[in-house]
C-alpha cells in the first residue's frame, strides 16, 4: 500500500507562511502527488496535485523535489479558517485512495 | 454544479434496523465512492464503482451492501450494523476512477449505532 508521512500536528500564526511536508519514500514513476484538506464534520477538498517541481494555484503552492521522495504544501499567510486536516496522497493508474495520517494545522492569532 | 449531496445528514439506528445512506451527484462523473471516516482518523475507502459497475470493494463486512442505480446515485444499504460501525460516511466522486482526477466529496452522514 502507498504510504506516507506527515508530521501529526503544526501551530502557526496568522499572516504567516506554513510548510508541510510529506514523505513518500515508495512513489512510483507515474504516481502524483495530491493534497487534500478536511475541516471537522466535513469531506475533504483538494487543493493541490503535482508531479514534479512546482506547482501554483490560487490557494497552495506544491514544491517535489528531483528525487519525489517528498512534498512540501506551502500556504501563504494563513488564516484562522485555514485551521484544518491537511493530508498527502500519492498515486496513478487505477486510483490514489489510501489517506495518510494527515497534519493537524492550528492557525493561532 | 460542482456540488455531492448526501441524505440524511445524521442516522441513528439499533442493531437490528436496516437504513440506507444516499448520495447524489450531476457533475457527470462515472466514478463513485464511499468511504468510512472514525473520528481523529483518516478516511478509509469502502467501495468504488466505476460507471455503475462495483469495481473495488476493500474486504467491507456484508451488512454493507452499495449499490448505483444509476451514474448520478450511490446507496449505501445498511443491516445488523454493530456498534463499531458508528462514523461518518461521506461519498466522492470523480470524473473517472484515476489517481490524477480530483475527488469531490459530499458532507458526509453521521452514523451512529445503538
Known amino acids: 500500500l502507498a504510504k506516507t508521512t506527515q508530521p501529526i500536528s503544526m501551530d502557526s500564526y496568522e499572516g504567516q507562511e506554513v510548510n508541510i511536508t510529506c514523505s513518500h519514500n515508495?512513489?512510483?514513476?507515474?504516481?502524483?502527488i495530491t493534497w487534500y484538506q478536511q475541516f471537522p464534520s466535513q469531506g475533504p477538498r483538494f487543493i493541490i496535485q503535482?508531479?514534479?517541481t512546482k506547482v501554483t494555484n490560487e490557494v497552495a503552492s506544491l514544491f517535489i523535489p528531483a528525487d519525489r521522495k517528498s512534498s512540501t504544501l506551502s500556504l501563504p499567510r494563513v488564516s484562522l479558517s485555514d485551521t484544518a486536516v491537511y493530508y498527502c496522497?500519492?498515486?496513478?493508474?487505477?486510483?490514489?485512495?489510501?489517506f495518510g495520517k494527515g497534519t493537524k494545522l492550528s492557525v493561532i492569532p | 454544479d460542482t456540488e455531492v449531496t448526501q441524505t440524511p445528514k445524521h442516522l441513528v439506528m439499533g442493531m437490528t434496523n436496516k437504513k440506507s445512506l444516499k448520495c447524489e451527484q450531476h457533475?457527470?462523473?462515472?466514478?463513485m465512492y464511499w468511504y468510512k471516516q472514525k473520528a481523529k482518523k483518516p478516511p478509509e475507502l469502502m467501495f468504488v464503482?466505476?460507471?455503475?459497475?462495483?469495481?473495488i470493494n476493500e474486504s467491507v463486512p456484508s451488512r454493507f451492501s452499495p449499490e448505483c442505480p444509476n451514474s448520478s446515485l450511490l446507496n449505501l444499504h445498511l443491516h445488523a450494523l454493530q456498534p463499531e460501525d458508528s462514523a461518518l460516511y461521506l461519498c466522492?466522486?470523480?470524473?473517472?476512477?484515476?489517481?490524477?482526477?480530483?475527488?469531490?466529496f459530499g458532507p458526509g452522514t453521521r452514523l451512529t449505532v445503538l
Open positions: 466522492a466522486s470523480s470524473q473517472a476512477v484515476s489517481g490524477t482526477n480530483e475527488q469531490f
Open positions: 515508495n512513489i512510483a514513476t507515474n504516481d502524483y
Open positions: 503535482g508531479y514534479k
Open positions: 496522497l500519492f498515486g496513478a493508474g487505477s486510483y490514489q485512495l489510501t
Open positions: 457533475m457527470g462523473h462515472r466514478a
Open positions: 464503482y466505476s460507471y455503475e459497475k462495483l469495481s
